[in-house]
């Protein structure tokens, strides 16, 4: 028979529904029986214990914030009587509590295209990068006419991806486009690159050319729209040139320490944090085992668990880089007047996550138990193995672009409420919960609902771990490329001319 309900930890004063209860339900626990006193939403909390005013409420074995007003057992614990335990900037310790992470002697492979340089791609693609948002429209009319005519060729596809920015920006704004832009220009899943200027834009070609740095001419051409006749025309004859070098390319076998895996939470519900989140930490944890990265980032939803990362910093070193990197973000937040801890967002809350540390005890789960060995502001490049952490928002568009750009090959992605969206390299969406696995089949690629429902969590890592080689050799394909969600999203702070 399937439980009800799910006590995290022996410290935790809330159990989570697992249905929908009713006013006068019994909830059995070992030592005794608990009436539900209100209806309660399935993946919401049950008070277990009486906790009077002010009382810490504790999930994880950690304090999820602190009651408003009384709360009886039998209770639905949420916003209406909890309020968050966090304010303002914080000042942090160094207190390391590393777990090392067993490396295992490994011979596992995957297929995958293996660039000049090195790198290490699992598509074969073409990418059409626009310097500026206003010839957005041009790409997509030569991405169109280029699949179409080499549709027949060893390729995955012309992908173009619109943005709005590359004029009338200034200073970090433009840099930030800049750093994003050419860091998709470099990354190994595109193996040829048509970048495309307009003529008058801030971050014009022979601007945009020293940011991308060293390049292959034979990978990478460039052309600016005002200078040609006939930009689509000219525009085709450059592709058939990289078309005719991207088919030089094979896949063959790779370690799978070449992966770089990006991870990332949306929409997330009352189960991510015991389902999915877990899940992809289980995985991160056998990836970098077998000398492979991956790269945790939304900034603003370790706000309330940054300590748990913080102490597996691998050295005082990185402990203050991520003591920076949380409080810069908060700062961020103070600079333009808004609340640092106005989060979870209304879908999150109708889920049943009540506050953001609730949320973010369940975010940083997905980075497992390795140390973490790297920090990197947003727009950078992973250069270590292992777990890095990486600056970004929360904004699901503008991490899995900040998490492509960084280097990732693939983003895995867990979901309690779904979306359709996906970045510019595979999207893994996971679904924290069975019904909406079974409901959006256009949009989910893998259910770990199923660690609820009496699955071993080490033979879903297994199956999960098993079905990410099959998609980094191109045996199977996500949702996201199947039906062409495929998008980028930059961030902005700054002012805009």
């Given at each position: 028979?399937?439980?009800?309900?799910?006590?995290?930890?022996?410290?935790?004063?809330?159990?989570?529904?697992?249905?929908?209860?009713?006013?006068?339900?019994?909830?059995?626990?070992?030592?005794?029986e608990?009436?539900?006193?209100?209806?309660?939403?399935?993946?919401?909390?049950?008070?277990?214990?009486?906790?009077?005013?002010?009382?810490?409420?504790?999930?994880?074995?950690?304090p999820?914030?602190?009651?408003?007003?009384?709360?009886?057992?039998?209770?639905?614990?949420?916003t209406?009587?909890?309020?968050?335990?966090?304010?303002?900037?914080?000042?942090?310790?160094?207190?390391?509590?590393?777990?090392?992470?067993?490396?295992?002697?490994?011979?596992?492979?995957?297929?995958?295209?293996?660039?000049?340089?090195?790198?290490?791609?699992?598509?074969?693609?073409?990418?059409?990068?626009?310097?500026?948002?206003?010839?957005?429209?041009?790409?997509?009319?030569i991405?169109?006419?280029?699949?179409?005519?080499?549709?027949?060729?060893?390729?995955?596809?012309?992908?173009?991806?619109?943005?709005?920015?590359?004029?009338?920006?200034?200073?970090d704004?433009?840099?930030?486009?800049?750093?994003?832009?050419?860091?998709?220009?470099?990354?190994?899943?595109?193996?040829?690159?048509?970048?495309?200027?307009?003529?008058?834009?801030?971050?014009?070609?022979?601007?945009?050319?020293?940011?991308?740095?060293?390049?292959?001419?034979?990978?990478?051409?460039?052309?600016?729209v005002?200078a040609?006749?006939?930009?689509?025309e000219?525009?085709?004859?450059?592709?058939?040139?990289?078309?005719?070098?991207?088919?030089?390319?094979k896949?063959?076998?790779?370690?799978?320490?070449?992966?770089?895996?990006?991870?990332?939470?949306?929409?997330?519900?009352?189960?991510?944090?015991?389902?999915?989140n877990?899940?992809l930490?289980?995985?991160?944890?056998?990836?970098?085992?077998?000398g492979?990265?991956?790269?945790?980032?939304?900034?603003?939803?370790?706000f309330?668990?940054?300590?748990i990362?913080?102490?597996?910093?691998?050295?005082?070193?990185?402990?203050?880089?991520?003591?920076?990197?949380?409080?810069?973000?908060?700062?961020?937040?103070?600079?333009?007047?808004?609340?640092?801890?106005?989060?979870?967002?209304?879908?999150?809350?109708?889920?049943?996550?009540?506050?953001?540390?609730?949320?973010?005890?369940?975010?940083?789960?997905?980075?497992?138990?390795?140390?973490v060995?790297?920090?990197?502001?947003?727009?950078?490049?992973?250069?270590?193995?292992?777990?890095?952490?990486?600056?970004g928002?929360g904004?699901?568009?503008?991490?899995?672009?900040?998490?492509?750009?960084?280097?990732?090959?693939?983003?895995?992605?867990?979901?309690?409420?779904?979306?359709?969206?996906?970045?510019?390299?595979p999207?893994?969406?996971?679904?924290?919960?069975?019904?909406?696995?079974?409901?959006?089949?256009?949009?989910?690629?893998?259910?770990?609902?199923?660690?609820?429902?009496?699955?071993?969590?080490?033979?879903?890592?297994?199956?999960?771990?098993?079905?990410?080689?099959?998609?980094?050799?191109?045996?199977?394909?996500?949702?996201?490329?199947?039906?062409?969600?495929?998008?980028?999203?930059?961030?902005?702070?700054?002012?805009?001319?």
């Amino acid at each position: 028979m399937q439980s009800t309900h799910l006590i995290l930890n022996e410290n935790d004063n809330v159990a989570i529904a697992l249905k929908h209860f009713r006013k006068g339900d019994i909830l059995s626990l070992q030592d005794n029986e608990i009436e539900i006193i209100e209806d309660i939403p399935k993946g919401h909390k049950i008070a277990i214990q009486p906790m009077p005013e002010l009382q810490h409420v504790v999930k994880y074995g950690y304090p999820i914030g602190h009651a408003k007003k009384s709360i009886q057992v039998g209770e639905w614990v949420h916003t209406h009587n909890v309020q968050t335990n966090l304010e303002g900037t914080l000042q942090y310790t160094y207190q390391p509590s590393l777990e090392s992470i067993e490396e295992v002697s490994s011979n596992l492979t995957f297929n995958g295209y293996v660039r000049e340089n090195g790198d290490v791609g699992i598509r074969n693609e073409i990418w059409i990068i626009n310097t500026v948002g206003c010839i957005n429209k041009t790409c997509e009319i030569i991405a169109k006419l280029a699949n179409e005519q080499f549709k027949d060729e060893n390729l995955d596809g012309v992908y173009h991806y619109p943005h709005l920015f590359g004029c009338s920006q200034l200073g970090d704004d433009l840099y930030h486009t800049q750093k994003i832009l050419s860091n998709l220009v470099h990354h190994p899943n595109a193996a040829g690159i048509l970048v495309l200027g307009l003529g008058c834009e801030n971050n014009y070609i022979e601007e945009f050319k020293k940011v991308i740095g060293d390049y292959n001419e034979k990978r990478v051409k460039f052309l600016e729209v005002q200078a040609v006749d006939d930009e689509i025309e000219d525009s085709m004859v450059l592709i058939e040139e990289l078309v005719d070098y991207a088919t030089t390319f094979k896949r063959q076998p790779v370690p799978v320490s070449k992966l770089k895996i990006g991870l990332k939470c949306g929409g997330s519900d009352g189960y991510s944090g015991i389902t999915g989140n877990p899940l992809l930490g289980s995985f991160s944890d056998m990836l970098i085992a077998h000398g492979g990265s991956t790269i945790l980032t939304e900034t603003p939803e370790l706000f309330g668990a940054e300590q748990i990362l913080m102490d597996r910093a691998q050295d005082e070193e990185t402990f203050h880089k991520i003591v920076h990197l949380i409080n810069d973000f908060k700062e961020y937040y103070i600079r333009h007047g808004q609340n640092v801890y106005e989060n979870p967002s209304p879908g999150n809350k109708d889920g049943g996550i009540t506050t953001l540390e609730e949320k973010s005890l369940g975010n940083v789960q997905k980075g497992g138990n390795a140390p973490v060995v790297d920090v990197l502001p947003y727009g950078s490049r992973i250069n270590k193995s292992g777990l890095s952490l990486l600056q970004g928002p929360g904004n699901d568009l503008i991490s899995v672009t900040a998490l492509a750009a960084a280097g990732a090959q693939i983003v895995l992605f867990t979901t309690g409420r779904g979306t359709p969206f996906g970045g510019p390299v595979p999207t893994v969406k996971i679904s924290t919960n069975s019904d909406l696995y079974h409901k959006k089949k256009n949009w989910i690629d893998f259910n770990a609902g199923s660690l609820v429902e009496g699955q071993d969590k080490a033979e879903l890592t297994k199956e999960f771990f098993d079905y990410l080689l099959k998609l980094a050799s191109g045996e199977v394909k996500t949702n996201n490329e199947k039906f062409g969600f495929k998008e980028i999203s930059i961030f902005k702070d700054g002012v805009i001319l």
